[in-house]
Nanobody, 122 residues
Framework: QVQLVESGGGSVQAGGSLRLSCAAS?????MGWFRQAPGKEREGVAA???????SHADSVKGRFTISKDNAKNILYLQMNSLKPEDTAMYYC???????????????????WGQGTQVTVSS
């Protein structure tokens, strides 16, 4: 069983920055961030494989960066140049057995965090 606890969400003006954290009870092969805006489907934002291979959705590439602290089992999402369209609930997810398919939006995560809200005002 993997427990995931997100933090770091909040409200910010467009152009601002936030850093999300996901504390994991154990770090797994594949972890990532997803988001869901009201009335929209959940979408993948970024993923990070345990060997350091990262991927980011085109909509956030160059603005968001996924990273991890191996010693603390914490996954991060640094979000810069935030836009109103980034407003969503952000979820951390883990797929312990996934390797080749560990890319943003990876299918069938086994574990989810409770989510943290990000609101960007114009």
């Amino acid at each position: 069983q993997v427990q995931l606890v997100e933090s770091g969400g909040g409200s910010v003006q467009a152009g601002g920055s936030l850093r999300l954290s996901c504390a994991a009870s154990v770090y797994t092969n594949c972890m990532g961030w997803f988001r869901q805006a009201p009335g929209k489907e959940r979408e993948g934002v970024a993923a990070l494989r345990s060997d350091g291979i990262a991927s980011h959705a085109d909509s956030v590439k160059g603005r968001f960066t996924i990273s991890k602290d191996n010693a603390k089992n914490i996954l991060y999402l640094q979000m810069n140049s935030l836009k109103p369209e980034d407003t969503a609930m952000y979820y951390c997810a883990a797929a312990p057995r996934l390797w080749v398919g560990c890319q943003y939006g990876f299918k069938f995560p086994d574990y989810w965090g409770q989510g943290t809200q990000v609101t960007v005002s114009s």
